[in-house]
């Protein structure tokens, strides 16, 4: 295979950093607007797509949390689930670690159980008719309080064994990791794995912070650590995974175009980086995409983007066996 678009998309590969609310694509939107009766601000999907012009997080995050609003049934949670992981199949992702806000709907009045009820049918449904591996990663929303991530936690127990980690999201800036400890420590013991954003707009010390204080497993983003060498060395040293995310931070302006994504930097560096669609919906593209674009601003080499594939399985929260069946589907696709 020589056409490098058609590598990329047959490339067996694992998604670790995509927010399923951030997969509501703007056709889905209006129709579960009108579905569920719920007004939005806009008329059609030209204007919804209009508005997605964003300078910094906090623009795009102000659109993401209206758009939810649109969710409110067991269904909807499904229907948006279920859409996502059918393209992500269609694009030879094989493995799929999927973020949710519980916080985006609780606090709109949605239960909990609502919200994974969907979500989780929608992953079995995947796994059975499309055969891949799914995971659900909580995220808690950083703009709010820890007492409100304690209860979302709380809140989580019930469904304890349909979650693999907790995460941090949200606006960075201001929120430190630190504000969220004692609910990490509570979270890994009572078994959850853990990852945070850090070092999407926040400084490097958040990285560092992340890791010290919330005892995280991967890294969501991560990009502000090319700042300081000693954290580069330490992520290197410890095999720390970047989930990267280059179509989201040309979107949030994190860097002034596709060329000057750090994302080959970093392999030369020895990180252990990902490529991922953030929010796919309203950046522009799922992860081939983000691959490909990636691809062509960069001059990525073919062994680099296998490097991308394999490190996004050696990265996932799956057990070993499936891990190890996964890389070899990889192995197997390069030889071929
Ligand atoms: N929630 C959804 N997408 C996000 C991002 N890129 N950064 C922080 N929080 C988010
Ligand atoms: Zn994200």
């Known amino acids: 295979m020589t056409d490098p678009g058609q590598f990329i998309a047959r490339l067996p ?30 008329g059609s999907v030209e204007a919804v797509r209009a508005a ?56 709109r009045g949605i ?44 809140e989580a127990l019930p469904w304890r064994d349909r979650i693999i980690a907790v995460g941090l999201d949200s606006s960075e800036k201001g929120n430190p990791p630190s504000k969220f400890q004692h609910v990490f420590r509570r979270a890994r013991d009572l078994g959850f794995l853990t990852v945070a954003h850090a ?57 002034p175009d596709m060329a000057a994504h750090p994302l080959r930097k970093m392999l030369q560096l020895g990180l252990m980086a990902t490529v991922n669609s953030d929010d796919p919906a309203y950046f522009g593209g799922y992860v081939n995409e983000n691959f490909q674009q990636a691809h062509d601003a960069l001059g990525l080499t073919r062994e680099e983007i296998v490097t991308l594939a394999r490190n996004s399985f050696q990265a996932a929260f799956c057990d070993d066996a499936v891990k190890q069946r996964h890389l070899a589907a990889l192995d197997a696709f390069v030889k071929a």
């Open 13 to 42: 590969k694992a998604e670790l950093h995509i927010h399923i609310e951030g997969s509501l694509e703007p056709e889905m939107m209006l129709a579960l607007a009108a579905r569920n009766e719920v007004r939005l601000r806009y």
């Open 52 to 107: 997605y012009r964003f300078t910094n997080l906090q623009d795009f995050l102000d659109l993401y949390y209206q758009g939810m609003s649109v969710l409110r049934e067991e269904q909807d949670f499904y229907d948006l689930a279920i859409a996502y992981l059918r393209r992500a199949a269609a694009q030879n992702v094989r493995h799929a670690e999927i973020f949710f806000d519980p916080q985006g709907h609780t606090e």
């Open 111 to 154: 239960s909990f159980e609502t919200v994974i009820d969907g979500l989780w049918r929608a992953l079995k449904d995947a796994e059975r008719t499309l055969g891949m591996t799914t995971g659900l990663i909580l995220c808690f929303l950083r703009h709010l309080d820890e007492a409100s991530a304690e209860r979302t936690l709380d």
């Open 199 to 255: 070092g999407e707009e926040g400084p490097p010390d958040y990285v560092r912070q992340a890791l010290d204080l919330l005892g995280v497993r991967r890294i969501d983003h991560g990009n502000a650590a090319l700042r300081e060498p000693d954290l580069v060395a330490r992520l290197v040293r410890d095999r720390i995974p970047l989930t990267v995310c280059p179509l989201s931070n040309v979107r949030l302006c994190g860097v």
